[in-house]
């Protein structure tokens, strides 16, 4: 059965540093999306994105973070300068198109960013 | 602003009892729902979903959840939950946009714990 996967598993950075987070969407799937889950605390959306262009973000997708899907095959989650706060699982996830079958999105194993 | 409340943090229950987790969502449109878990040190995987139709819907592994409207609610059931049913429980919503694509909004999760 086809799976998102994500890589790094585990990233450690320091603070101020850039991150890219790297993640294959299914590949017939057409919608992809970043979200993140700090410790303890739910699971947010980031960032939505169909079309080589974003079609939503949340406040928490500042200036900070950037989205790329520079190829066929992978899309990418960068942090341009990271802080402590951006400590957090991040997951992606894809869906595959129009109607019904959009709404149901499958996730990757995530990638968990530690900030130091 | 939509939102999704998980009423039970963390739940403890011996092998054979009983589950019912309670979710409840406040959004007066249409809505899509999830119920997405995640066992330990793995990823969301999608247990249920409801898009239309009959309200009781039933997922993998033994699990259903009923959609009632008129309380903005969609409980997980289990008759008889096993051990390896230990895992962490979210419920979502989905946040139709124009285009036909969206984002998830999930609840806290609750942690379920089953003893043998």
């Known amino acids: 059965e086809p799976e998102v996967t994500q890589t790094p598993s585990h990233q450690v950075t320091q603070m101020g540093q850039e991150v890219i987070l790297r993640c294959v969407p299914i590949s017939n799937h057409l919608y992809f999306y970043w979200y993140r889950q700090i410790l303890g605390q739910k699971v947010e959306f980031l960032v939505s994105?169909?079309?080589?262009?974003?079609?939503?973000k949340s406040e928490i997708f500042d200036d900070q973070f950037s989205v790329e899907r520079p190829d066929g095959s992978n899309f990418t989650l960068k942090i341009r300068s990271t802080k402590l706060e951006d400590s957090a699982m991040y997951f992606c996830?894809?869906?595959?198109?129009?109607?019904?079958?959009?709404?149901?999105?499958?996730f990757g194993p995530g990638t968990r960013l530690t900030v130091t | 602003a939509q939102s999704v409340s998980q009423h039970n943090h963390h739940v403890i229950l011996s092998e054979a009892a009983s589950l019912e987790l309670g979710c409840n969502y406040s959004?007066?449109?249409?809505?899509?729902l999830f119920w997405y878990v995640q066992y330990p040190g793995q990823h969301l995987q999608l247990l249920l979903k409801?898009?239309?139709?009959?309200?009781l819907v039933k997922g993998i592994k033994g699990f259903e959840a009923e959609f009632i409207k008129s309380k903005f609610s969609f409980n997980l059931r289990k008759p008889s939950v096993q051990w390896s049913d230990t895992a962490e429980y979210f419920c979502a919503v989905n946040a139709p946009l124009s285009g036909g694509y969206n984002k998830l909004i999930f609840g806290a999760g609750t942690r379920l714990a089953v003893h043998p």
């Open positions: 409801y898009f239309s139709g009959d309200p």
């Open positions: 996830a894809s869906s595959r198109g129009q109607g019904a079958s959009s709404y149901e999105q499958y």
């Open positions: 959004y007066g449109g249409t809505v899509n």
């Open positions: 994105f169909y079309n080589n262009e974003i079609s939503e």
